[in-house]
Nanobody, 125 residues
Framework: QVQLVESGGGLVQAGGSLTLSCAAN????????LGWFRQAPGKEREFVAS??????????RYADSVKGRFTISRDHAKNTVYLQMNSLKPEDTAVYYC????????????????WGRGTQVTVSS
């Protein structure tokens, strides 16, 4: 059974940092693009960051709202993707979802193959 399991969420003060992890179980995701979306209460799920798989692993995309503050990376050996979040703001508060897709890279929720269940990130002011 394929699973994406997120961890690392929590409560942090504005300006602080958190690192999210997403472990992919049940198959090898080395050729899949991996990434993160988030959803705040009452809002649509939005793209945060993604990193390509296989020959596209040097491709990285960020939402404008997180550029310069968030860093995505992946460890192929551990089948894991990370999201380092620095200089956090209250508007970053959301449930963060891990995603995996067979495309080279993704920036939308359309046709995502696998989703994690999410981890809550709360940034206090």
């Amino acid at each position: 059974q394929v699973q994406l399991v997120e961890s690392g969420g929590g409560l942090v003060q504005a300006g602080g940092s958190l690192t999210l992890s997403c472990a992919a179980n049940g198959r090898t995701f080395s050729t899949y693009a991996l990434g993160w979306f988030r959803q705040a209460p009452g809002k649509e799920r939005e793209f945060v960051a993604s990193i390509g798989g296989g020959d596209w692993s040097i491709m990285i995309r960020y939402a404008d709202s997180v550029k310069g503050r968030f860093t995505i990376s992946r460890d192929h050996a551990k089948n894991t993707v990370y999201l380092q979040m620095n200089s956090l703001k209250p508007e970053d508060t959301a449930v963060y979802y891990c995603a995996a897709d067979r495309s080279a890279i993704f920036t939308t929720t359309l046709n995502i193959d696998y989703w994690g269940r999410g981890t809550q990130v709360t940034v206090s002011s």
